[in-house]
């Protein structure tokens, strides 16, 4: 047996709705309970975002089609760490299947290995007992064993793999403690089996919650121009075709005259590229004139156009508002518009936060794009993409403000059309830092070293609450209880907010006795008031000639961000 493009398109399809059927399972296994993005969820969105272009591929397609396309797809669209590895894995079909009609078991093992390879190269630290070691342990199995058929190199590829999980907790004595496999080493396994199932000859498991889930995700990204239909007519829609396609691009060719060609004859455009790939979305009065010009670019693909004045007629019929057909059925519009590079802007900003005092702090400080995101709320690599070439300068400083999001951004830097430099910003507190600390007489190369050796040099605290009952470091944690971070560790829990934080403060004092300045930055769920009072109490019993200030973030997930300088 081989497998033919349509069986990798629909084995990969498979396994994107097993994941997403069992997210909420995967999420579970996340040992920290601080609310976080969680394992699951980020896989499932970043492989769910190959989904649309797989499913508008023909049955005659080659595996090398198929995996471009998912892999291009799964690159803009993935989401946290676990996400950027999942679609560096598959990255590794792209590469190992290029030119190739179908595949047979050896062709698996080279994609196995690719993507593998790519993955931990990606990773400055790697860690065993991660989703990198069951997706090695199988690869390298795979590879040992010599089996021809490429069934039954899956069913050993799913044997390996569920091994190497089970052993993830003797690798990580945190897993052990809490008696759980590595979560995204599950997920791994969950999208494989969902693969599985379409290698043997079965249908490709089923999306149990598949349009719930997209409209809930794309909604909260729909960017500007939300209509309804109380608001407008169809006449209103004057770029009436939702056109989307892929260019396989011609040797040495770039995205910008296209997106500007599109920009120039319609509106709601997203063109995003890779190595090989230009995916466009525009919506316009003229399909034909967008691919007449877009053809000499390279040969289209997956093509998709919709008439959204039929859309609309049919929405306002059945009495639900265009909002929700766009959401469901269309691509979503980036908040940000392109700006070509601007030869006398050498630098620019780019920003990851959630909450707009946050927001106006960040542009206070200079940033020029701030990206809506952090804990719970992983943008897209497509998302700081498009933040990155809404600012018209040469070189773009990014700050993910989240260790979950720096893999994503640092995937940001193959795809946007101008130079993209990551400061690996761990947290809200430290991004603010490494902004007042760049220097704009000093070289452009020379800032990041020097913004974040002073980012470094902070504590970070952060007051939430417990996402789940858990047992870390020998303290039996509740479900809602308050919980204390000091630079990521959990130092203290409670059930009064302002006393958790304050013993925070004390704590964070204590450890830097060079200590001059203690930031307190409040988040949505505490009134000003309450965040006035708390101030307060540190400033009269932690204070003494520490300068203590109080900024209204606005942030979700934590009460409470601690800075102290």
Not at 523 to 548: N, Q, W, Y
Request: net charge negative; aromatic share 6%.
């Amino acid at each position: 047996m081989t497998i033919t493009g349509k069986i990798l398109r629909d084995a990969i399809i498979s396994g994107a709705n097993n994941i997403q059927n069992q997210r909420a399972r995967v999420d579970e296994l996340n040992v920290f309970p601080v609310p976080d993005g969680d394992t699951g969820t980020n896989m499932a969105m970043t492989i769910g975002a190959a989904v649309p272009e797989l499913e508008a591929m023909p049955d005659d397609c080659t595996v090398a089609q198929a995996g471009k396309a998912a892999a291009s797809a799964m690159l803009r669209g993935a989401r946290g760490n676990s996400g950027v590895i999942t679609s560096l894995l598959f990255r590794g079909f792209s590469k190992a299947l290029d030119g190739k009609k179908t595949a047979g078991a050896d062709d698996l093992v080279a994609a196995l290995q690719k993507g593998v390879e790519a993955a931990y190269k990606a990773v400055m630290k790697p860690t065993e007992g991660t989703i990198l070691t069951v997706a090695r342990v199988a690869g390298e199995e795979a590879a040992a064993s010599g089996i021809a058929d490429p069934v039954e190199l899956w069913k050993l590829v799913m044997a390996a793999g569920q091994r190497a999980l089970e052993d993830t907790p003797n690798l990580l004595p945190v897993l052990k403690k809490a008696g759980v496999v590595d979560a995204g080493g599950q997920g791994l396994m969950v999208i494989f089996e969902g693969m599985q199932q379409v290698f043997e000859g079965g249908d490709p498991v089923r999306a149990e919650e598949a349009a719930q889930n997209k409209a809930k995700l794309n909604s909260s990204a729909a960017g500007k121009g939300v209509y309804t239909d109380d608001l407008m007519t169809v006449e209103d829609i004057i770029n009436g075709y939702c056109t989307q396609f892929l260019v396989h691009k011609n040797e040495g060719v770039s995205s910008d005259k296209l997106r500007a060609f599109c920009e120039s004859n319609g509106d709601s455009v997203v063109v995003i590229e890779d190595d090989e790939v230009i995916n466009c979305h525009v919506h316009t009065a003229d399909p034909g004139k967008i691919l007449t010009h877009a053809i000499q670019y390279g040969w289209l693909s997956t093509f998709k156009i919709e008439n959204m004045h039929e859309q609309f007629l049919a929405r306002q019929k059945q009495g639900k508002g265009l909002e929700k057909q766009k959401a469901a059925e269309q691509a979503p519009a980036s908040e940000f518009t392109y700006a070509a590079v601007d030869p006398d802007q050498p630098y620019g900003f780019v920003a990851v936060a959630a909450g707009e005092g946050l927001k106006a702090v960040f542009t206070d400080l200079g940033v020029n794009a701030v990206v809506s995101g952090g804990q719970t709320m992983n943008p897209a690599t497509e998302d700081i993409v498009a933040a990155a070439q809404s600012v018209p300068a040469q070189t773009i400083f990014v700050l993910p403000n989240n260790k979950n999001i720096i893999m994503a951004a640092e995937q940001a830097q193959k795809l946007a059309d101008r130079r993209i430099v990551v400061l690996p910003t761990r947290t809200i507190p430290q991004g603010i830092t490494a902004m007042l600390n760049f220097d704009p007489d000093s070289a452009v190369d020379a800032n990041p070293i020097a913004m974040m050796q002073a980012a470094d040099k902070g504590a970070t605290g952060q007051v939430t609450f417990a996402a789940r009952d858990s047992e870390f470091d020998g303290k039996k944690i509740k479900k809602g209880e308050m919980m204390a971070l000091e630079n990521g560790k959990i130092v203290d829990t409670g059930s009064d907010l302002t006393k958790t934080t304050y013993r925070l403060a004390r704590s964070m004092v204590r450890a830097r006795k060079d200590a001059q300045f203690i930031t307190l930055i409040s988040g949505c769920d505490v009134s000003e008031e309450e965040a006035e009072a708390t101030a307060e109490l540190i400033r009269k019993k932690v204070g003494g000639d520490i300068e203590v200030t109080h900024i209204v973030g606005g942030q979700p997930v934590y009460y409470y961000m601690l800075s102290v300088e």
